[in-house]
């Protein structure tokens, strides 16, 4: 069974940061590649950065030079370092993998930017 568990969502004012975790089942994280999706409340799923089981990453233009997406393969898990943050960042965060042609899905977790 395939499981992602995200963690370190929160409340933050603009301009702070967060780091997001997720962590998964080893079994699919050390073949395939990350993903963090985010979700607006009625707006659809955005994909905002990926990383590859070689480490190699790739961002939204919306989150390029302030996030960074990495995997500590020992861990099986995969991090969102969120710095300088935006109102407009404020979304449901998803750990996503892409695995024997179907989606998996974390619970999602909240951050919400905010003074």
């Known amino acids: 069974q395939v499981q992602l568990v995200e963690s370190g969502g929160g409340l933050v004012q603009p301009g702070g940061s967060l780091r997001l975790s997720c962590a998964a089942s080893?079994?699919?994280?050390?073949?395939?590649?990350m993903n963090w999706y985010r979700q607006i409340p009625g707006k659809e799923r955005e994909f905002v950065a990926a990383?590859?089981?070689?480490?190699?990453?790739n961002y939204a233009d919306s989150v390029k030079g302030r996030f960074t997406i990495s995997r500590d393969n020992g861990k099986s898990t995969v991090y969102l370092q969120m710095n300088s943050l935006k109102p407009e960042d404020t979304a449901v965060y998803y750990c996503?993998?892409?695995?024997?042609?179907?989606?998996?899905w974390g619970q999602g977790i909240q951050v919400t930017v905010s003074s």
């Open positions: 990383v590859t089981r070689f480490g190699n990453t």
């Open positions: 996503n993998v892409y695995s024997g042609s179907r989606d998996y």
């Open positions: 080893a079994r699919i994280f050390s073949n395939n590649a």
